[in-house]
């Protein structure tokens, strides 16, 4: 089954940035979306494009991180700028409601 293939992550200090980038094979009619998961806590949807192209964030990361799209390469981005500690997680992408088999994710670690 389609895996996400999620890439980007790192170790930055708190206030730094980081650019997150997402491929799927066959997501071409589906609006990819940012989740992350931290250690001992439940996966959360970070950022994502609706039905009609609109774009969602989770109220922790509104106004910090900037989600976009290349429909022809099938591509999504999460542009995270002033990271700070808790937004350190594994983070994976997929569709709202998921479609896609989770893949292995990419982890941003922010020290303070």
């Known amino acids: 089954q389609v895996q996400p293939v999620e890439s980007g992550g790192g170790l930055v200090q708190a206030g730094g940035s980081l650019r997150l980038s997402c491929t799927a094979s066959?997501?071409?009619?589906?609006?990819l979306g940012w989740y992350r998961q931290a250690p001992g806590k439940q996966r959360e949807l970070v950022a994502e494009?609706?039905?009609?192209?609109?774009?969602n964030y989770a109220n922790s990361v509104k106004g910090r991180f900037t989600i976009s799209r290349d429909n022809i390469k099938n591509t999504v981005t999460l542009q995270m700028n002033s990271l700070k500690p808790e937004d350190t997680a594994v983070y994976y992408c997929n569709t709202n409601p998921i479609f896609f088999t989770w893949g292995q994710g990419t982890q941003v670690t922010v020290s303070s």
């Open positions: 494009f609706t039905w009609v192209g609109n774009t």
């Open positions: 066959g997501s071409s009619f589906r609006s």
